[in-house]
């Protein structure tokens, strides 16, 4: 173990507080802003006009798809930097479903969910390294989409 190991549950608290907790400030800040901002230029719309319907259906789906884009970003860096710290993968990835931080792709809807996440080439490489450095071949040890 590295001179910098942690358990997996201090690796999962931290993804929560670096991926989760932005997630939800962006959702329900985005959401309440977004509803701010309509309720201050939408009246000055038509009520007749289909155009008043569109800045409310941005003001719900804004926050959400930013929140998804923060997620896809944010969990590729977190995987990396726990599989750096800690020994027991499949533990890892246990705690991290269960904690709700990842998804379990056990059905086709999670598999496609979690193939949202966006992965650099340097991350890519990381992650072959860092199965390299416990003799790991084929698959994935977090059920990272490889391709």
């Known amino acids: 173990m590295s001179a910098d190991a942690i358990t997996v549950e201090a690796a999962v608290k931290t993804g929560l507080?670096?991926?989760?907790?932005?997630?939800?400030v962006i959702m329900f800040g985005g959401w309440i802003g977004a509803i701010w901002l309509v309720g201050v230029f939408a009246p000055a719309l038509s009520p007749a006009s289909p155009a008043t319907a569109a800045p409310y259906v941005a003001a719900l789906?804004?926050?959400?798809?930013?929140?998804?884009?923060?997620?896809?970003?944010?969990?590729?860096?977190?995987?990396?930097?726990?599989?750096?710290r800690v020994e027991d993968w499949p533990r890892l990835r246990a705690a991290a479903i269960e904690a709700k931080l990842i998804w379990a792709e056990t059905t086709p809807l999670q598999r496609r969910f979690a193939a949202t996440e966006i992965w650099t080439k340097a991350q890519r490489?990381?992650?072959?390294?860092?199965?390299?450095?416990?003799?790991e071949t084929g698959g994935s040890p977090f059920n990272q989409p490889t391709s």
Do not use: K, M
Request: charged letters at 20%.
């Open 17 to 24: 507080r670096w991926v989760n907790t932005p997630v939800y």
């Open 61 to 84: 789906v804004t926050p959400y798809v930013s929140a998804w884009l923060w997620w896809s970003l944010a969990i590729p860096r977190w995987r990396l930097w726990a599989l750096e």
């Open 125 to 135: 490489l990381r992650l072959e390294q860092l199965r390299a450095a416990r003799g």
